[in-house]
């Protein structure tokens, strides 16, 4: 079975600018998470998706927002960028959203310039 | 409010010796706590997840122990390994609410050779 998959891997941007990342889950799994990791924070949770609807969503802006596709795809988007962001984006499956292990991605590691 | 707490200084311990991480928390209430594992620029991954109605866990090298009395939890690693080298992050699942899991910040083992 295939892993969590996140795109790109690496991403370098501008203050201002926008940015959206990309995570396929496991097969089967329709619950999706976000998180930012960063070494001053440790992992922040973003939100969580389920069968396309968001059900949890952390203390972020709103210029953070997601959204989850019929085929349990989910893309993240910050818009306006601050330096700040830069960050690990993490992204985790699980079947449901009902507790159990996350299985993670490899993240995507942007960087803000 | 809540607070998750891991010892942020690295645990330094010599090849074959036992590795006990700690994990305390207050304000919390979980229905169950996982430990992970991270290694550097990878997403992190599963070890263990104990229940609270469970004083202990074991799976291979690793122990994992949960006092909802001290509200803490040991993850001891025996015979360890320089391979055990890592990040370790433990997680709690609030009971009674979204289940999504709030991580410490984790603590780092190196294991001398």
């Known amino acids: 079975k295939a892993g969590v998959t996140q795109t790109p891997r690496y991403l370098i941007k501008t203050r201002g600018q926008q940015v959206t990342l990309s995570c396929s889950p496991i097969s089967g799994h329709r619950s999706v998470s976000w998180y930012q990791q960063t070494p001053g924070q440790g992992l922040q949770f973003l939100f969580e998706y389920f069968s396309e609807t968001q059900r949890n969503k952390g203390n972020f802006p709103g210029r953070f927002s997601g959204r989850q596709f019929s085929n349990s795809r989910s893309e993240m988007n910050v818009s306006t960028l601050e330096l700040g962001d830069s960050a690990l984006y993490l992204c985790a499956s699980r079947p449901g959203p009902g507790g159990g292990e996350l299985f993670f991605g490899e993240g995507s590691r942007l960087t803000v310039l | ?113």
């Not at chain 2, 006990?20 to 550097?40: F, I, K, V």
């Not at chain 2, 992190?44 to 291979?60: G, Y």
């Open chain 2, 1 to 113: 409010s809540q607070k998750i707490e891991q010892n942020s200084e690295a645990l330094n311990i010599q090849e074959g010796k036992t590795a006990t991480l700690t994990c305390n928390y207050t304000n919390y209430s979980p229905a169950y706590l996982q430990w992970y594992r991270q290694d550097p620029g990878r997403g992190p991954v599963f070890l263990l997840l104990i229940r609270e109605n469970e004083k202990e866990k074991r799976k291979e090298r690793l122990k994992v122990t949960f006092d909802t009395t001290l509200k803490q939890s040991l993850f001891h690693i025996t015979a360890s390994q320089p391979a055990d080298s890592a990040t370790y992050l433990c997680a709690l699942g609030a009971s009674g609410g979204s289940y999504i899991p709030t991580f410490g910040r984790g603590t780092s083992l190196i294991v001398h050779p």
